[in-house]
């Protein structure tokens, strides 16, 4: 068949963070130490950024990002720049068996929320400039300043209710945070929301109790909160969400299938296209799929960025139609199932993994859907 996409999501597609350059992680270093000052570690980034442009465009995808490559964290970065949010680094904590995790960031509310400067501006019209592909810009999801702490960590001086002057606000933020996008041109963004696949897992529904929120009505409250954020949204933009089980140096951080947030997520939610995991059995099955309307794309992350051996075409193509029988393969895609790099630490895979898996997916595509 042939069914090609010209507008985002692509068939062929990927999350956004791919692993950072030797010569930009010394770069960081030694901005970190005072050696060198930002103006010469950007100048490194651009460098970095320039040549994974072209990594992007050889393997012939056709949505482009900067790697993330100015960030350290996918979220924080973000966030801290808000007016009324305050982080804190994340504590790499050492697990049983040898690997680490990522305890979550601290992040509070401490004053009403604002947009007070453009975030991705700069970077986007550098990445604009590199490629005729479309630049994708990848922010964390709104949900993000609300889950982590709950009730507890947003200012009750300045929220005493949430609803509706928080949720407001934060869509707010993040609106003008689009339109100045959208004014220089940006056409495709993405949010990255670790917080309703969490919502899957027993023991972080569990979590959620005990900070006082219900999990069974937090997806549809989230979904809520996205849709203020939707309804901001400039004309001719995409705006698709990725969720994410975790992705610290190749770890994860929860499992469960989609069902418990399946209906809320694919059914209430107002964005144009969904990014879900899928490359192991922690994900569940495709089932949850069936709450698809029309008009909306899934796309498939069948290919791990956690592990370095490549996959096979035939259980790609044996698995989008398995995905298939619970929506009409004109609604999906197909990616990598996460970023390469969330965190400026990036996973356990060699660069050329990396490229394999990406050029992987495009071929699998072209071969599913036709080619462009």
């Known amino acids: 068949m042939t069914d090609v996409r010209t507008v985002p999501p692509f068939r062929a597609d990927h999350v ?26 950007r100048a490194v980034e651009d460098q970095a950024i320039v040549e994974v442009v072209k990594l992007q465009e050889d393997v012939g995808l056709y949505s482009v990002t900067d790697g993330e490559y100015r960030r350290t964290y996918f979220h924080i970065d973000f966030l801290e720049q808000l007016a009324g949010v305050e982080t804190a680094i994340p504590v790499t904590v050492a697990k049983a068996d040898g690997t680490e995790e990522l305890a979550p960031p601290v992040m509070r509310v401490i004053d009403k929320v604002r947009h007070v400067k453009d975030i991705q501006l700069e970077d986007f ?62 056409t495709y963004v993405q949010m990255d929301d670790t917080n309703l696949a969490y919502l899957c897992d027993d023991k972080m529904r569990e979590a959620a109790r005990a900070r006082g929120d219900d999990p069974d009505e937090l997806p549809h409250r989230y979904a809520k909160f996205i ?41 209430e939610m107002d964005v144009d296209a969904y990014f879900l995991e899928y490359d192991d059995a922690r994900s569940g099955d495709f089932r949850p799929l069936r709450f698809l309307p029309k008009g909306k794309v899934v796309v498939l992350g069948l290919v791990t960025t956690k592990l370095g051996v490549l ?42 993994a990396q490229r394999d898996k990406l050029r992987l997916v495009v071929e699998t595509a072209a071969e599913v859907w036709g080619r462009a």
């Open 125 to 186: 019209r550098f990445l604009k400039g590199l490629t005729t592909r479309t630049p994708k810009v990848t922010i964390p999801s709104p949900t993000m300043l609300h889950f982590r702490g709950g009730r507890a960590g947003i200012s009750a001086a300045h929220y005493p209710e949430l609803e509706p002057d928080f949720y407001e606000d934060v869509a707010e933020a993040y609106g003008a945070e689009l339109r100045s996008l959208a004014d220089a041109g940006a």
């Open 311 to 352: 996959e096979r075409k035939d259980d790609l193509k044996r698995r989008i139609d398995e995905a298939a029988r619970f929506v009409p393969l004109e609604q999906l895609a197909l990616s990598p199932q996460c970023g390469f790099s969330s965190t400026v630490h990036g996973n356990n895979i060699a660069v050329d």
């Open 16 to 41: 956004g963070s791919l692993l950072r350059p030797r010569a930009l992680l010394e770069a960081r270093e030694k901005f970190a130490r005072g050696e060198i000052t930002a103006a010469e570690k």
């Open 227 to 267: 849709n203020r954020v939707v309804a901001k949204k400039p004309p001719g933009m995409t705006l698709a969400v990725h969720l994410c089980r975790g992705n610290f140096k190749s770890t994860w951080a929860a499992q469960g299938g989609y069902e418990p947030v399946a209906e809320a997520l694919l059914s």
